[in-house]
Each structure stands twice: as structure tokens, then as C-alpha cells.
């Protein structure tokens, strides 16, 4: 069974590993909703008790995937949910983190998730047009109204962090981070630790690249995300085998799989840190939470560290990264 980890100081404590569920409805291949509902269940029944989501994920598709999934489940389980874009047709066409825009995706947000309150609510992206001191005051009204629990961040940076935690604590800050995505170690992490903010994790496997399976890039089909992924194509994705070759050096000798070592590195890290691996499929999600009985011996850290230079090619194109807060 997974142990209990803390995020932030609120009071908020969920399982060691979540589930992120954005996969089930876009960005990896065809849908398959009765396999991602017998996956959300399974993950209840395995201890998982973070659930992560958005509106933007499918355009609503998730969330009422995830309300279906958890119906009469509702007292076991920590729903994450996120608002911040504007759409147009079912396209994110920008972002928006007016108080008012805020407020009717809360209430949107709950009635597809078929549930009264939202247990941790993320600002997606930190929009410039809005001072996050306007954005969290909107988030901290809906936690004294009961609609809301916790207040998290998503790829916010340092100033925004400090600011948005002086308007209303934030428990939790979700961003990339990974064996080969390592941007938050300078000042990112030890600033969450100074507040007492907790991390969690999004693409703990590298989008699959860290799990042993991953192909380049042109292989997967129009609509998979990882088809215009920098770090896949080219020189870059050359580069990037050789990385994770020593995570499946140290797997066979852990009779343990690519991504469980993955996830054991995450999990060493800090009992702050709650990964958030996405899958749609049982096997998976079965192989993820497995993770947490591996143990890294400190020669096995230190053989990591030594062989894993920085990762080549950015994490997002050119567009995608303009919309993080660093």
C-alpha cells in the first residue's frame, strides 16, 4: 500500500504517488474511456489518492471522464483541477485568470467532476494580464466559500511563488520536473522548502522516454504529442538514449523496470515531492505504483547523477515554453 505524503502545511496529505490523468482524453493517442475508467478505479483500489486533471484536458473531456470514474468514490480520493486558458472552438486560443473567469470554470469544473468542492485548484499558466495577487485573491474566496480546499500553482516561477503566497498559502506547485528535467533544482526547490510548499511532478517519466518504450518522434501519429517533442527528434533524440541507458543498467540490476527507477530517483528526492505519472492503461498504472517499494542504495544515486548530463533539446516548442513563468 502507499505511505501518505504531505503537500504544503495546510493539512493536505495524499498518497506517495498520484495519478495524472490528462492522457485519457488527449496528447497520447486514441481515446479509450472504458479503459481509463477501470484505470482511475484500479488506482483506488491500489491507495492512490491523487487525481489529477484540467479543464483544458479533452476541453472538459477529462474531468467528466474523472467524475464518472469516481462516482460513490468520492470521500476516498484528492481531485487536482486546473483553470487559465481561454478556448475557442474547442482550442485553447490564450490564457485567462480574471477573477470572474475564474469563478464560473470552478463552477463548470465541479458540476463535470460531479462533485460540490475541488480538494487542490491550480493556476494553469500564470497569465501576465492578471496580477497573480487578483488571481489568488479570487482562489482564496472560493476556499472560504467551500468550494475550494487548497491552492496550488502550475510552471509559475520564483517572484510569483513568493507573491501568490503572501495573498493566501499555497500548498502545492506542479511542474516538470524528472531524471532528465532538472530546471527546478537551483532556485525553484529551495524556495518551496523556505515557504513549505509541496512539488508535484508532471511527466515523472520523461513522457515516456525514461520507461524504455519511447520511439522518435516522427513515429508516433498526427495528434500524439510526443510527435513535435524537441527532445525526440533528430541529433537530440540520439543523445537522449544514451542518457537513459543507465536507468535501464540500474533497472535490470533492481529486477525493477526503466520507469519504476524513475519514479524510486523522484521519490528519494523529498517526502515534499508527489509525482504524478499519466497513464490510460491498468498495466501501467499497476507498474507505476510498484515504484514506490524500489529503493535506490546512495551508489546507485550517485551512478545516476554521474551519468545523466543535461538532457538535449528543450521541453516544449518554442510556443509552449514562452507560457512558462521562469
Same mark, same amino acid.
Given at each position: 500500500m502507499l505511505k501518505k505524503r504531505k503537500l504544503g502545511k495546510q493539512g493536505l496529505e495524499v498518497s506517495e504517488l498520484g495519478l495524472g490523468c490528462m492522457g485519457m482524453s488527449q496528447s497520447y493517442g486514441t481515446r479509450n474511456d472504458p479503459e481509463s475508467i477501470a484505470t482511475v478505479q484500479r488506482a483506488v483500489e491500489l491507495g492512490v489518492t491523487l487525481f489529477d486533471t484540467a479543464e483544458a484536458y479533452g476541453v472538459g473531456h477529462n474531468e467528466e471522464l474523472l467524475g464518472?470514474?469516481?462516482?460513490?468514490?468520492?470521500?476516498?480520493?484528492?481531485?487536482a483541477t486546473k483553470f487559465g486558458f481561454r478556448f475557442d472552438d474547442g482550442k485553447i486560443v490564450g490564457l485567462?485568470?480574471?477573477?470572474?473567469?475564474?469563478?464560473?470554470?470552478?463552477?463548470?469544473?465541479s458540476r463535470r467532476l460531479q462533485t460540490d468542492y475541488i480538494d487542490l485548484l491550480y493556476q494553469h499558466r500564470v497569465d501576465k494580464q492578471v496580477p497573480i495577487e487578483d488571481v489568488v485573491g479570487a482562489m482564496a474566496d472560493l476556499v472560504r466559500q467551500g468550494k475550494v480546499r487548497y491552492l496550488g500553482l502550475s510552471e509559475a516561477g520564483e517572484e510569483t511563488i513568493r507573491r501568490a503566497h503572501k495573498v493566501h498559502p499555497i500548498s502545492a506547485l506542479q511542474s516538470e520536473y524528472s531524471l532528465w528535467e532538472r530546471n527546478l533544482e537551483p532556485r525553484i526547490i529551495p524556495l518551496l522548502r523556505q515557504l513549505g510548499i509541496g512539488?508535484?511532478?508532471?511527466?515523472?517519466?520523461?513522457?515516456?522516454?525514461?520507461?524504455?518504450t519511447v520511439q522518435r518522434a516522427e513515429?508516433?501519429?498526427? /495528434?500524439?504529442? %510526443? @510527435?513535435?517533442?524537441?527532445?525526440?527528434?533528430? *541529433?537530440?533524440?540520439d543523445a537522449n538514449v544514451r542518457i537513459a541507458?543507465?536507468?535501464?543498467?540500474?533497472?535490470?540490476?533492481?529486477a525493477a523496470t526503466p520507469g519504476q527507477v524513475a519514479l524510486a530517483?523522484?521519490?528519494?528526492?523529498?517526502?515534499?515531492?508527489?509525482?504524478?505519472? /499519466?497513464?490510460? %492503461? @491498468?498495466?501501467?498504472?499497476?507498474?507505476?505504483? *510498484?515504484?514506490?517499494?524500489v529503493?535506490?542504495?546512495?551508489?546507485?544515486?550517485?551512478?545516476?547523477?554521474?551519468?545523466?548530463?543535461?538532457?538535449?533539446?528543450p521541453r516544449y516548442s518554442e510556443r509552449q515554453m514562452a507560457e512558462i513563468d521562469r
Open positions: 464518472r470514474a469516481l462516482k460513490g468514490k468520492r470521500d476516498q480520493v484528492i481531485i485567462d485568470s480574471r477573477p470572474q473567469h475564474i469563478r464560473e470554470v470552478v463552477e463548470a469544473s512539488l508535484v511532478p508532471f511527466a515523472p517519466l520523461g513522457r515516456g522516454f525514461l520507461s524504455g513515429s508516433f501519429p498526427e /495528434g500524439d504529442f %510526443r @510527435r513535435n517533442d524537441p527532445r525526440l527528434q533528430g *541529433a537530440n533524440f541507458s543507465t536507468v535501464q543498467e540500474i533497472a535490470k540490476r533492481k530517483w523522484l521519490l528519494s528526492r523529498g517526502e515534499d515531492i508527489v509525482p504524478i505519472p /499519466g497513464t490510460k %492503461r @491498468r498495466k501501467y498504472l499497476e507498474e507505476n505504483v *510498484a515504484a514506490a517499494d529503493v535506490l542504495a546512495a551508489a546507485d544515486l550517485a551512478q545516476l547523477e554521474a551519468a545523466l548530463p543535461p538532457t538535449a533539446g
